[in-house]
Structures are given as C-alpha cells and as structure tokens.
C-alpha cells in the first residue's frame, strides 16, 4: 500500500472514531473536507512534481523528507504554498458568573485563536546530501526558519530485550565502537544493547542499523556515508567524549577564512591535547575578519595563528601584520595546498601529498593518542565527512571543499580550522595560563540531558514540544 494512503487512513479513521467529528462534504482516497470550518485535509506523493502549488495551506507535514523523488520541486512549490500566518493568542473561554463545578477549575482557557501556519518535516536520514540534510545543517548552524529536532533511539522505552549481555570487546566493522565502548561513551543499559544486538542482526549490519536507528546527528548523517572517509565517526565520538580540564600548554588558533559567500569563518582554539573550542562568523568582510582576529590576539594572547591564505586570506595575514610587530610575530600564513614537508624532503616517498593533507594526518594521529575535542555536533559532522583520494604513485590527498560541495556535502570549514592548529611544529618557553573556571556550575555536567521539553502555550494535548540541545551522552 502506497504511504499517502496509510497516511490518509490514520486522518480518515480519526474522523470516523471521533466522538464529535465535524461535519465532512467531500470525502475520497486523496481529500477530507470539513464544510463548516472551512479546510480540508489533502495527502500527496512525494514523486509528483510541484505537488501542492497554488493551494493556500495552513499547515504543511513532510514524511520521510530526505527521500522525496522531487525535493527541490516540493520546497519550491509545496512548501513554499504554506501561508505566512503568525497566528493570534487569546482568551478562548472565560469562566461564567455562575460556574458549574467542572467549571471552577480555570478562570480563564488561553490559546491560539487564530492558529499559525507550521511545517513539520521528519524523515530517517538518506545521508550527508539533498534538500532535507541542507535545511537541517541551517537549522543546526540556527541559520534560517527551521528548527532541529532530533530524536535518538535511546529515548523509545521499548526498545530494550530481556536476558543476559555480555558486551563484545571488539567491534563489528572497521571504524566502530565495539559494543562495550558504545555502551559505556552512550550510557546504555544491558537490556537496551541487547535490543540493538538483535536489530543488527535483523537489518544485517552496524552501518544500516545506524542509519535506520541512529544515536546522534553525526551518526545519522554519516551513516550512508562511511566508506573512504578519511576520519572514521567512531574515532570523532571518542573524541567528543574524552574529559579533561584546559591544559597547560601554549594556545594554538587556527583560522579558515570565507569571505561573503555561504562558507563559515572558522577559529579553532588548542591547548596540548584539547581543542578548547571552535567559533565561527558568517559572511564577514575583510575589515570585519581583520577587527575580529586582532581582537582575539589582544584577549586570548595566542602563541601563535595560523590562518589559511585561500580566498580571502592572504590579504587578512597581511593586514595584520602589518598592524603591529607584535601581530606579526603571532600570525602566520599557511598554504592549504602547498607541498607537504615530507614531501620537501622525501619526494620519491609516498605520503601526503599537500600541505592540507599532511596538518589532516597529524590531526587524525592526535585524535587516536587521545586528543579531546568539544562535544559538538556541527563540528563532528565536518571532521568524518571528508574523504580521502589517492594519486597514481600511492600519494594521498583530501577531496577539496569543492568536491564536497559536488556530492551535495557541507564546507568542513570548523574542521579545517582545528587541522590548522597543527600546521607549525614549534618549540615555546612560554605562554599565557589558561583561565581557571570559578564559582557554580564550573565542573562538567555528569548528565546532559538529550531532550529538552519546551513548553508552548497549552492548546488542546499540545503543550510543547521536545527540542534536541547538545550532546547525546557523557562518559560515565
């Protein structure tokens, strides 16, 4: 049976159970029609082109969005065919003078009484491409209309299996968690890895479990995805879940800049084994960059920054340089696709063939010896999205932003930006202390909570929604 009329069927047998159900004028497999309220309720299939265009609609619900046949032809002309209303919040009932006694519970009911137009879209994730992937990084960069929400596997209290479990020390696939590392970085009970256990078997491997029944958003976007990426999303999650106070050793600033197009400006901050933190600006201009580097160099006092001299780059290391000496004997210019060092010096050896290539190698060896990155999903999603390419004589690069950007990929501009705190290899004999967090609250959170309930104004059974809000778990 075709989904648009499993779809129907739940609305229709809705109606027809409903103790007071409104009154219906047309009534077929494709359209319900409430006369005296003066909508409808219509069902389409994703593979029609345009569906929906010209329809003045109220609210719009997108299943299974990732996966439409025609995406950019719906976001064109469905979505777009949802009416901009903002809706109108109100008194819908007052208590009268002489209430009866189920009355006297509430003086006043408040709610929408113009209701507002919403689009829901839900969908399991087709991967790190398309229309669907596209508005949810905007959402999650909280760039655009959309909202992210997103649901883990964990929080369905079925989804666990009785008996006895005995974790498996060594993973399944190449690039996995074993099922005791999975365990133990999503604090998950035996009953509920069982279930797992079972559902790999059923769907026939880790890779489709994980994007069928995915436990964050790196996972579900990278999951259709893996094979030749550079960084494996197993060894980013380890990262994420490695605790550990600020070292004490010199700051380290990485800097990939973009200048007005759709590429973020990213600044990543290292200590020793800790990238402390990566902030990014969008669509900053070349005076703006300058002002917000200097500014950085003024407050954090970084040893040294190493800033990429494509795009609009260079003219970014030069201006500050030549703002003060002191600017100059900071900031340093790196060329992303420069020969690599090893290559200077073993030419006929195989190995990294730029400069980007090799900070990305150094990157990755610093991540399996333990290095720590923030627990952040936008900047996961950059570090395992990359692939790696190889040239006739066995030397190897990465595929370029624009290569990405080919297989509907995001720019892995955070990402760029932590490698480039690896592209000096330098000695200092001093260096600025890192803060020492003070007062409440400065220790780690042991439970970060993996849905956030947001409360909305309370219309019927819908008084609010659950809204995903960072990490899906904490090492325990």
């Known amino acids: ?254 800097v990939d800049p973009a200048g007005s197009g759709g590429d973020r400006f990213a600044v990543a901050y290292r200590r020793g084994d800790k990238i402390l933190k990566v902030v990014h600006r969008n669509k900053l201009e070349h005076d703006e960059a300058v002002a917000w580097l200097s500014s950085i160099i003024d407050t954090d006092k970084p040893n040294r920054m190493n800033i990429d001299r494509g795009s609009m780059g260079q003219n970014i290391v030069s201006a500050l340089r030549n703002l003060s000496k002191r600017y100059a004997d900071v900031v340093k210019g790196i060329d992303f696709g420069g020969t690599s060092r090893m290559k200077q010096a073993t030419p006929k050896r195989a190995g990294p063939w730029n400069r980007r290539a090799e900070m990305y190698g150094d990157f990755k060896e610093w991540l399996v010896e333990g290095g720590a990155i923030p627990d952040d999903d936008d900047l996961a999603s950059d570090i395992s999205g990359i692939k790696q390419k190889w040239r006739a004589n066995n030397d190897w690069l990465l595929e370029s932003k624009s290569d990405m950007k080919a297989r509907g990929i995001r720019s892995s501009d955070l990402s760029d930006a932590c490698a480039l705190t690896f592209a000096t290899r330098e000695f200092f004999d001093t260096w600025t202390k890192p803060a020492q967090p003070q007062g409440f609250g400065a220790g780690a959170m042991p439970n970060e909570v993996r849905l956030n309930r947001v409360h909305a104004p309370d219309v019927g059974d819908n008084d609010g929604y659950w809204d995903y809000n960072g990490p899906t778990s904490w090492m325990s």
Not at 9 to 37: C, I, S, W, Y
Not at 57 to 66: L, T, V, W
């Open 1 to 254: 049976m075709a989904a648009s009329n499993v779809l129907f069927g739940m609305v229709d047998l809705m109606q027809q159970k409903h103790p007071f159900p409104p009154a219906v004028g047309t009534d077929n497999a494709k359209e319900l029609e409430f006369v005296k309220r003066g909508s409808s309720y219509q069902v389409a299939t994703a593979g029609q082109k345009a569906g929906g265009r010209g329809g003045a609609i109220s609210f719009f619900h997108g299943s299974e969005a990732a996966w439409w046949t025609n995406a950019p032809d719906h976001f064109a002309s469905s979505v777009q065919g949802v009416d901009e209303v903002r809706g109108v919040w109100g008194v819908l009932w007052k208590q009268p003078p002489n209430p009866l006694p189920f009355e006297q519970a509430h003086t006043e009911i408040y709610g929408w009484v113009k209701a507002p137009s919403e689009i829901w879209l839900e969908t399991t994730s087709a991967g790190p491409s398309g229309e669907f992937w596209k508005r949810y990084m905007d959402a999650m960069k909280r760039t655009g209309r959309y909202r992210a929400v997103f649901v883990p596997w964990t929080v369905q209290p079925e989804y666990t299996e009785q008996g006895e479990f005995v974790p498996n020390p060594e993973p399944e696939e190449e690039g996995d968690l074993s099922e005791r590392e999975y365990q133990e970085v999503h604090d998950l009970s035996d009953a509920q890895m069982l279930w797992r256990r079972s559902k790999i078997q059923e769907l026939g491997s880790t890779g489709k479990f994980r994007q069928e029944y995915p436990i964050d958003v790196t996972e579900a976007f990278a999951a259709a995805d893996i094979e030749g990426v550079f960084i494996k999303p197993a060894l980013v999650l380890r990262a994420r879940k490695r605790q550990m106070p600020d070292p004490d050793a010199p700051l380290i600033i990485g």
